[in-house]
C-alpha cells in the first residue's frame, strides 16, 4: 500500500483559506468514506481534526472542512489562524489496513 | 481523561527484538481496536498495524514493511496492549504511537515511545 499523496506544503495569510489534497486510488481514499486528517504541532502527538471525509470532533473549530472527489479528499482551512501552523496528515481505510498521506507543512506567512 | 502511555522503547542493534507496551487508563480496551502507528524522525506517520477485539474475533494485521516480524496482543485483564518486533532493522527506527481507531478515526494517541535501532 503506497502513501497517500499531499502537497510537501502550502502557505497563506492570516485570515486566509489553504487547501490540502490527499490523492490515493480506488482502493483507499476513492473506496471507502473513512478518511481522517491529523494535525501535529512540532514535538506533540497527531490530533484528530477531520473524520468521515467531513466530520469534525466536538472541540475542533469549524473552520476546518474536509471533502472527497473521486480519489482525491481535501482538508480546507478557512480564515487561517497563527496557531494552524502545523504539519497536516490524512489517513484512510484501505480494507483492513490504513494509509496514511505524506504530509503537508501548512505555513502562516 | 482517556490516557495511553507506551513504554519499552530504547536502543538495540540491528536483528534484535523489543516489546513495547501500551497501558489505558480512562477507557476499557477490551471492546476497543487498537493500532500501532510510527513516525521515523523527520519523516511521516506510517501505520503499522491494528488488533481488533477479542469480540469481534482478536485478529490483527500488519502493514507490509513488519508482516512476519512485528507482531500485536493485547491483555484486556491488564488493560494493556503490546507490539512484539523482532528482526529489528534500522529503518524500524521511529517514534512509535498506540492508538485507538473506531470507524476508522484514530481518536486518543498515546505520547509515544523512541525506539532506535543501530550498530
Known amino acids: 500500500q503506497s502513501a497517500l499523496t499531499q502537497p510537501r506544503s502550502v502557505s497563506g495569510s492570516p485570515g486566509q483559506s489553504v487547501t490540502i489534497s490527499c490523492t490515493g486510488t480506488s482502493s483507499d481514499v476513492g473506496g471507502y468514506s473513512y478518511v481522517s486528517w491529523y494535525q501535529q504541532h512540532p514535538g506533540n502527538t497527531p490530533k484528530l481534526m477531520i473524520y468521515d471525509v467531513s466530520k469534525r470532533p466536538s472541540g475542533v473549530p469549524d473552520r476546518f472542512s474536509g471533502s472527497k472527489s473521486g480519489n482525491t479528499a481535501s482538508l480546507t482551512i478557512s480564515g487561517l489562524q497563527a496557531e494552524d501552523e502545523a504539519d497536516y496528515y490524512c489517513c484512510s481505510y484501505a480494507g483492513s489496513l490504513y494509509v496514511f498521506g505524506t504530509g503537508t507543512k501548512v505555513t502562516v506567512l | 481523561e482517556v490516557q495511553l502511555v507506551e513504554s519499552g522503547g530504547g536502543l538495540v542493534k540491528p536483528g534484535e527484538s523489543l516489546r513495547l507496551s501500551c497501558a489505558a487508563s480512562?477507557?476499557?480496551?477490551?471492546?476497543?481496536?487498537m493500532t500501532w502507528v510510527r513516525q521515523a524522525p523527520g519523516k511521516g506517520l506510517e501505520f503499522v498495524g491494528r488488533?481488533?477485539?477479542?469480540?469481534?474475533?482478536?485478529?490483527?494485521d500488519y502493514a507490509a514493511p513488519v508482516k512476519g516480524s512485528f507482531s500485536i496482543s493485547r491483555d484486556d485483564s491488564k488493560n494493556t496492549l503490546y507490539l512484539q518486533m523482532n528482526s529489528l532493522k534500522t529503518e524500524d527506527t521511529a517514534v512509535y504511537y498506540c492508538?485507538?481507531?473506531?470507524?476508522?478515526?484514530?481518536?486518543?494517541w498515546g505520547q509515544g515511545t523512541l525506539v532506535t535501532v543501530s550498530s
Open positions: 480512562g477507557l476499557s480496551i477490551s471492546n476497543a481496536w
Open positions: 492508538t485507538t481507531v473506531t470507524s476508522g478515526r484514530f481518536n486518543y
Open positions: 488488533i481488533k477485539s477479542k469480540s469481534d474475533g482478536g485478529t490483527a
